[in-house]
């Protein structure tokens, strides 16, 4: 039977005002999941329930909450297989990485289990006598979390678990097209004990959701938003925060750079290249977007890369493949504008276009499903929207460089900033290319995707507006400094102004 959703408040289902079909893109007839869509007003009505519920959560310990965070670890762990299946049932993610998703919230749990004991604040000594200074983490409030379906549950856990350990309720947005996923682990995180209304899941679509959103605002039910998605929606969503005088955690899109150079391992470059580019049908905001290859290995390289992507698998995401489906069939839209973009002075290596029984992939023909050929297009050049602007899907652009220098400039160019990579075998160019690169993540011989639980994540420029996920600086996103100082004196001391005077000879000489 066909899984029925809905959007759950304060423990309880919520109205539907219209409904969506959740469907498998690598059998698209195979509905996963039908969901009932909430509107702006239940968006809303789930944020005056969170505020509510946010109060008592606030005042449970924060070891108490971290031993939360902790069963939730345990609890998806155990259900880790089903969960991954369920997410490459949904969105075409190939299994494995489906299972490497889901350990991330494993991870995520890890590492914040303890920061229940670690919320640290710290003394501070007062410029006067008789009296001390403290600060302490608060946490802010309600976080509204809206989050992409390329990864329905590692993203999301990056907001819901440092939020929840913090004291804060949340109300989560997930796409549309990964509804059951993120149902699914709403469900895991519920199980954990959770007190009804801290939680909140509401399933909308992007006009209600904005809607609710800016009336949550209004009503100051709201205090935190934090949004994984395109650049051009978080420009709205951030517009829509500075208007209320909040700072949104905003995690965008990129075009990410990985520059080759003449020292580097070619094979493990071509791999590195592989992954980056094709893993999840390029749909990670972290995927490669343009190899920038020193020109003296421009032509080995990229015919080891076009060897390596013609006989890369792409086929049904349950099995052990490189590449699945595209997540839906509106990305699939986008990305025929994507590839449009190819012009006359390109080079393209390779077959380009959906995958069908008259241009397969290997011997595979893509029948039912939204499948695509992975693309690699050469002589990209600065002018071109394929290297400026991000293409969510399967395609990287190829382009040449003469120094470091002018590989930086490159890297930087399109005015996104999330991740970047550079292959060499010289720590000098390593620390140059880190040194003068825009991204907020840099790897060297390793590929542009892949985080971990314990480092920053995020980006500047397009790709975000410096926030940063994971790791203990997250928590600056979900808390709030304040400042205490309790003067035990028994007299009004004015700071900058009763203030002990030690003067010094500043005439003297030796």
Known sequence: MTRQIVSVVGGKDAASFTTYDSTNPARTS??????GLADAGTFAAACRTAKEAQREWARTPAPVRGRVIASIGRLVEANAESLA??????????????????????DTCDFFLGEGRRLYGQTVPSEMPDKNLFTFRNPVGVAAVITAGNFPVAVPSWYLVPALLCGNAVVWKPAEYAAASAHAMYRLFAASGLPEGVLNVVFADGVQTFEGLDTALEEGTVQKVGFTGSSEVGR???????????????????????????????????????????????????????????????????????????????????????????????????????????????????????????????????????????????????????????????????????????????????????????????????????EGVSAGMVSVNNSTSGAEAHLPFGGNGKSGNGSRQSGMWVLDQFTRWQAMNWDHSGRLQKAQMDVADIVPDLEFRL
């Open 85 to 106: 299946a369920l997410v490459t049932e949904e969105i075409g993610k190939p299994y494995a990485e489906a299972l490497g998703e889901v350990r991330e919230i494993v």
């Open 236 to 434: 709205k969503i951030g517009e829509l925060c500075g208007r209320h005088l909040q700072s949104p955690c905003l995690e965008l899109g990129g075009k990410n750079p990985m520059v080759v150079m003449p020292d580097a391992d070619l094979d493990l470059a071509v791999e590195g290249a592989l992954f980056a580019g094709f893993g999840t049908a390029g749909q990670r905001c972290t995927s490669l977007g343009t190899v920038i290859v020193h020109e003296s290995i421009h032509d080995a390289f990229v015919e080891r890369f076009a060897s390596a992507v013609e006989e890369s698998v792409v086929g049904d995401p349950a099995g052990g493949v490189l590449m699945g489906p595209l997540l839906d069939q509106k990305f699939a839209d986008r990305f025929e504008e994507f590839i449009g973009w190819i012009a006359d002075h390109h080079t393209v290596l390779g077959k380009v276009g959906k995958i069908t029984t008259s241009e397969p992939h290997g011997g595979f023909t893509g029948e039912g499903g939204i499948y695509y050929h992975p693309t690699v297009v050469d002589g990209v050049t600065p002018e071109d929207r394929l290297f400026l602007e991000e293409t969510f899907g399967p395609i990287v652009g190829v382009t040449t460089f003469r120094t470091l220098d002018e590989a930086i400039e490159l890297a930087n160019l399109p005015g996104y900033g999330l991740s970047s990579s550079i292959y060499t075998t010289d720590p000098r160019h390593a620390f140059r290319f880190r």
């Open 30 to 35: 195979e509905v996963v999941a039908r969901v």
